[in-house]
Structure formats: structure tokens, C-alpha cells
């Protein structure tokens, strides 16, 4: 009997989710079951079909039929690390080449007289051939200072797909503006608030992805900028913020996707703007942020249900427009100011560390330069931050940069076309970063671009 057959077919709905690249998380959320439920699904899976990892279980799955294509899955991290699958001897990619994360290899589906795994074997060459290619020309668009690099000639090293090819124009903002907020919910942008020349906005709107045009929606009751806001169900929260008259707010407003409708809930503590935000696990994370006065180093978290906040650990040092994003049951707090300087400064936060007696921080690797207000958000597993200010660049002109997690590995990648000022928004949309508005030296942008973050490469069939 095939090792498939001794499957059930709960393990192989999940079999089939891992050689799509989805975490545990993802998994249960598909599959409305507990991602402990998953991992015990799993490690009876990898008992049954002999696999070591994830990668092996997907190749499993793509040999014996059970999928046509695989996705690297991605590391789940914390107590899923026996079902990661490791960096080579556990070492940072040393190239810039190490934004290759961002590619999907797809294979075709076997034909019904069935191919061995040892069938693809020749092909292996060809992909390894293929990844060095755009490692290689990755590498050398990399290299050029100019933020537009030199058309190249058609040779055999030509990038499959190039930089001025990972990057399009979109819908510009129908006004400049930046310091605002924005999530991504279904296949579309809603973006509230920030500063336009004409001052403090409460102006909501939603970019349709499918038409590629902004839509104009209900005003936010109290306009705000320097804001950050966070998706829970088919809710997105803005707390805080400075208001026209230049001071902070301690107002929380929700916005119903639904019902195009904004609500106020419970005031947070204390007026703040520039804090970070970020949402896990059904709960709101508030990090640092501006008093009025000066940096602060409180950290809150919100529980929509009994609509209360809580006082949770605070920051090492008080800080301020910094990014916060949340993967793999963490929050990775990035950059920022301490009123001072600007800070290169990366830490995670763990949330269920955060009782008594036990430290909820980590530190991880520095950025490599020091910039505060950026926009930062994750795809496919890696963390990218555009924009922000710096010591050498108040506005505008710094490189994107890529974190990978499971390395603890910062590299710059393809610049935009444009140059990317301060307090910009960056949204994941499918397979795209969005980059939208901030500041720049000649002012506020109605900058909107796309930029390709995850492609395929398409191997041809086998035949036996």
C-alpha cells in the first residue's frame, strides 16, 4: 500500500496546504482547527510518508500526485522547529542574491502513467542554472548607483525578471499626503488620515485593486496623522494620532469594512502619536510613541471583546515612530527615534512571555543604517521596510531594505523608480508590495508603485 493511502483525509488537506508554502497559523486558520491540532496532524504525517521536513513533505506530495506545484514552505519558527526546514549549516545568506526568497518554483503535474521523483533529476540542473541567473543579475542591477539601472543588452545573463520589471506605476493618491494608515482587505487598499498640504486629514479611501482606482468613503470623525492602524475581522483600528492643532490624541476609532461605518471605542491611557501597531492573535500591540513632549516607552495592549486596554512590559528605552510587525507569534518592533537620533535598533516581542518573571524582548540584527519613520509589512514570511528619515537623508532617496527572520539577515534589494520618502504606507497585496504617499524633500507624493516581491519560475513537463 502507498504511504498516501495510510493518510487520512484530514492529513491530507493539510499535506496539501503545506506544499503551498502555508505556515501552521495559516493552516488552521484555513482549516478552522487550533494550530497545536495542526502540528499533531503533522508530525503523523511526516511518521507516515518518512519526511524530515516541510520541504520533503511537499515534495512528497508534488511526486506522488497529490499537488501540481510546490511553494517553499515557509519556517514556522518557536515550537514548530522540528517541522522547519533550516538554512544551510545555519548560516545568513552572505549575497544580495538572498531576496531569491521572494521566488516560486512551479513543476508540473505528473502525467497519469505517473513520473518518479528520480525523473526530475535532470531537470535539477536546469533550476539550479536558473536560480544562479537571477541571483547573479539580482546581484548586478544591485551594483548600479543610479535608482533607474542601464537597459541591458539581450545575453544569456539577462534577468528573468529585471528591476524596472518588478516595479509598475499604479493609481496615484487623489491628494499628496503622508503619516497616514492603511490594511489590506480583500484584493483592496483602505488608507485613512495623515497630513496633506491643506493640513490634518479624516479623508478614508479604498483602492480597487481589480480597476486600479481610488474610491472615496466616510471621513474618519477625528482627523489624525502620524498614525498607524491594524486589521481584526473585517475591522481596522486607528488609535491616537496628532491632531490639527498639533497635539496628541487619545481616541481609538474603528472603521466596519462592511458597513463603511467608522465607531469609537474606549480612549487608550494617554494621548500619543507615532506609536507602533500591530495586531496577534486577535488583540491590538501599541508600542512607545509621542506624548507631546517627548518619547515614551509604554507598550498596551487592546482586547476588542471587553474593549479594555492593559499595561504590558515596556520598551527597553523610550522610542518613537518606529514599525512594528507581526509573524510567526511575535512582533518585530524596527527602527524609530529616541527624540535625539534616529535608531538602527530591531527587537521581537513575545507576547505570551509577557507575565511575571519573564522577559517578553529579544534582540535581533540592527538595520543596516539608522531611520525612523518607515513603512514596513510582511510577505511570504520576509519583512520589508521602505522609506523613513535618516541622519544623512531627512526625506527621501533610502534604499528598501529585506529582514528574514529565520537568518536574522538584513539585505538592500531594488530601489523604486521613484524616491520613497518618509512616513509612507507599504501594503502587501496577493504577490505585491504597494508603496504609497510620504514626504519628500519637494513635499508630500501622491507616489503610488507596486513592486513584485514573489514570481515563478516554470520549469517544462517530464515526460517518463
Not at 468613503?217 to 475591522?235: C, F, H, M, R
Not at 529579544?362 to 514596513?376: H, I, L, N, Q, T
Amino acid at each position: 500500500m502507498s504511504p498516501e493511502a495510510d493518510l487520512s483525509d484530514r492529513e491530507l488537506e493539510i499535506l496539501r496546504l503545506v506544499a503551498t508554502g502555508a505556515s501552521n497559523k495559516e493552516i488552521a486558520q484555513k482549516l478552522v482547527i487550533s494550530p497545536n491540532t495542526v502540528k499533531v496532524h503533522l508530525r503523523n504525517v511526516f511518521a507516515k510518508i518518512g519526511a524530515a521536513s516541510r520541504t520533503e513533505a511537499a515534495m512528497f506530495a508534488l511526486r506522488t500526485g497529490l499537488v501540481d506545484h510546490v511553494v517553499q514552505p515557509p519556517a514556522a519558527g518557536g515550537e514548530d522547529s522540528s517541522m522547519e526546514e533550516p538554512a544551510p549549516n545555519g548560516s545568513a545568506p552572505k549575497e544580495p542574491g538572498a531576496a531569491l526568497a521572494g521566488v516560486t518554483v512551479t513543476l508540473p503535474q505528473p502525467e497519469p502513467s505517473g513520473v518518479s521523483f528520480q525523473a526530475l533529476l535532470p531537470w535539477a540542473g536546469l533550476l539550479a542554472f536558473a536560480i544562479l541567473l537571477v541571483v547573479g543579475a539580482s546581484a548586478l542591477l544591485r551594483s548600479f548607483p543610479s535608482a533607474q539601472p542601464p537597459a541591458a543588452t539581450p545575453t544569456a545573463a539577462t534577468p528573468i525578471i529585471s528591476s524596472a520589471q518588478r516595479w509598475q506605476d499604479a493609481a496615484p493618491l487623489p491628494v499628496a499626503r503622508s503619516g497616514m494608515a492603511a490594511v489590506a482587505f480583500e484584493n483592496a487598499i483602505y488608507l485613512t488620515g495623515g497630513e496633506t498640504p491643506q493640513g490634518v486629514t479624516g479623508l478614508t479611501l479604498r483602492y480597487n485593486a481589480g480597476q486600479d482606482r481610488w474610491e472615496t468613503l466616510a471621513d474618519k470623525p477625528t482627523p489624525v496623522t502620524d498614525i498607524e492602524s491594524a486589521l481584526i475581522g473585517e475591522e481596522f483600528y486607528v488609535p491616537g494620532g496628532r491632531t490639527a492643532s498639533g497635539q496628541p490624541t487619545n481616541v481609538l476609532e474603528v472603521y466596519n469594512l462592511r458597513l463603511n461605518h467608522w465607531d469609537s471605542r474606549v480612549a487608550l491611557p494617554v494621548a500619543l502619536s507615532g506609536c507602533a501597531l500591530a495586531a496577534l492573535d486577535g488583540r491590538l500591540y501599541l508600542f512607545g510613541g509621542w506624548d507631546g513632549k517627548q518619547a515614551v516607552d509604554t507598550v498596551y495592549s487592546y482586547d476588542p471583546e471587553s474593549n479594555t486596554w492593559q499595561t504590558r512590559s515596556p520598551l527597553s528605552a523610550p522610542r518613537a515612530y518606529m514599525a512594528a510587525v507581526a509573524l510567526e507569534g511575535r512582533i518585530y518592533l524596527i527602527g524609530g527615534t529616541d527624540g535625539q537620533q534616529h535608531l538602527k535598533t530591531v527587537q521581537a516581542y513575545f507576547p505570551q512571555r509577557d507575565q511575571a518573571g519573564v522577559s517578553p524582548w529579544e534582540a535581533r540584527a540592527d538595520m543596516p543604517d539608522s531611520r525612523s519613520k518607515v513603512g514596513a509589512t510582511v510577505i511570504s514570511d520576509l519583512v520589508y521596510v521602505f522609506g523613513g528619515e535618516s541622519d544623512s537623508q531627512p526625506e527621501g532617496g533610502l534604499p528598501p531594505l529585506q529582514y528574514a527572520p529565520l537568518t536574522d539577515h538584513w539585505i538592500t534589494f531594488d530601489r523604486s523608480p521613484v524616491p520613497v520618502g518618509s512616513q509612507p504606507v507599504l501594503v502587501p497585496l496577493e504577490t505585491h508590495l504597494h508603496v504609497i504617499g510620504g514626504a519628500t524633500p519637494g513635499g508630500m507624493s501622491v507616489f503610488h508603485q507596486s513592486y513584485q516581491a514573489v514570481y515563478t519560475i516554470q520549469l517544462p513537463s517530464v515526460q517518463k
